[in-house]
């Protein structure tokens, strides 16, 4: 088993109820939840849209990356989780933030999950739940990460 941070938002529809039912569905893929953020809400990144619904989780699972990117796929698409375009609205958007300690750049996965250090949306909720975990390719903590967004 690996610890794994994964971060879930959605916009459309009834925001918190999406992201509960994509908790439910990980704990039926074999992702098991350890930790959960608080709520936040956020605006969005690119075209204007409504605000999203965010948090951060920690998580155990048994999955290698790959059929783990293929599970979150799939629960997203379950959940009505349309394709439209960049930083488009919608139902429920879950990312692997990280996977233990690994550090993976091929074309279908990246993590940890680029630009994490620039989105508050991630490093707000990640700081509550996991603020001296450090990032295995920039070698600095949540906490640092975020203070080094918040004074730019």
């Known amino acids: 088993m ?11 529809g009834d925001r918190r109820r999406n992201i509960e039912k994509a908790l439910l569905e990980l704990e039926k893929n074999n992702v098991a939840k350890l930790k ?4 936040y809400e956020t605006e969005p990144v690119g075209p204007k849209q409504r605000n999203f619904y965010n948090i951060a989780g920690k998580f155990k699972t048994d999955l ?19 394709k439209t375009y960049r930083w488009g ?15 993976i750049d091929k ?4 993590i940890p999950h680029k630009e994490i250090e ?3 949306f991630v490093l707000v909720p990640m ?5 001296r975990f450090v990032h ?17």
């Open 136 to 152: 295995p390719k920039i070698k600095k903590t949540i906490q640092t990460l975020w203070q080094q967004l918040k004074n730019v």
């Open 107 to 110: 074309k279908e996965l990246i």
């Open 118 to 120: 620039d989105r508050a």
């Open 36 to 39: 959960l953020s608080s709520f």
């Open 2 to 12: 690996v610890t794994i941070y994964l971060s879930l938002g959605s916009n459309i």
């Open 127 to 131: 700081k509550e739940i996991a603020p």
């Open 64 to 82: 290698e990356p790959v059929e783990l990117l293929k599970t979150l796929k799939l629960i997203e698409k379950k959940l009505g989780r349309i």
């Open 89 to 103: 609205p919608r139902v429920i958007d879950i990312d692997i933030l990280f996977y233990g300690n690994k550090i």
